[in-house]
């Protein structure tokens, strides 16, 4: 039986495909390459182009192949974007969740590890934020992957469709092999950027806003490393073949750090200087998030092998000095 991983061309998908195809699993990935790289997809899987909410593009897909568990990774994820574009958000992120149940429903597969996020809490009640706490998104991203959970828990409920929803905070890093990284075009995120600035191919930071009831001001956020990420995705999908029921786990390091410290920490890894200003507060960022994630690790075992910023910022540098334009060059 294979492992479909949907998104399986992006980021953190193509990180998860290589460490599947390294542990001997039968991957097949499916992507419409929207937002992925094609160069990105370990050679060892099968690929299928294609968009999740053509219900043809899966029935095809899911008959030629024998799928025993699905891992989603295919939504969009741009906090910035989802304010500008909320209904593009739902459509693609609600409405491609739904098609795939269907899919799933009518050929029997039974399994799905599901790409959720810290932004389902919105404003935290309290840090670090456990599974348990209130979820009020306060960006249209959020928000769609709070539906979709809630999708997925009535689709359990209704078709005995198991899942693993993995409510991911910041994930960052590269695998070391510098092989394989993070390339998004328009880039948005804060390390990618910021190593941009550290190779010279973008001319300063901007830091949105250092007016948050935050200690220095900057906004503080939770990175984990995109292998430690993949790591959980196996565990979970271990805890499903495991006969466990369907469950949310965080995914983070639990601690945080500002924008400011993260800089810090880039100058040192890099050794670069990396000019910043400061800017206006963008749309929809809150103040602090950080993960409690000792449920993943007592329940799913997971132990997270990056536990320093500066370590998770130099695999990030390694894929960034060898690709400077990123899968440009391979395409
Ligand atoms: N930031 C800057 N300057 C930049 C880019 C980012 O100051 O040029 C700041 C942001 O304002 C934010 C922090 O850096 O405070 C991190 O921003 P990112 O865009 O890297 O990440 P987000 O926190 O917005 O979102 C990420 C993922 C989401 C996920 C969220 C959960 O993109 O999918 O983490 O914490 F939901």
Redesign the pocket.
Known sequence: MSILVIGGAGYIGSHMVKRLVENDEEVVVADDLSRGHRAAINDKAKFYKGDIRDRSFLDGLFEKEAIDTVVHFAAY????ESMEKPLKYFDNNVGGMITLLEAMRDHDVKRIIFSS???TYGVPEKSPISEVDATKPINP??ES?LMMEKIIHWADEAYGIKFVALR????AGADPDGSIGEDHGPE????P?ILQVALGTREK?????NDYNTPDG??V??YVHVLDLADAHILAIKYLKDGNSSDVFNLGSSSGFS?QE?LEAAREATNKEIPAVV?P??A??PDS?IADSSKARSVLGWNPKYDDVKEIIKTAWNWTQKHPKGYADRK
Not at 188 to 191: D, E, K, M, P, Q
């Open positions: 994820s741009i906090v910035p996020t810290a932004a991203y959020g992957k991911y905070f910041n994930v948005t995120h804060l390390v950027i930071l901007q830091i949105y806003g900057t906004n956020r939770d924008v993260m800017a507060r963008r929809g960022d998030l």
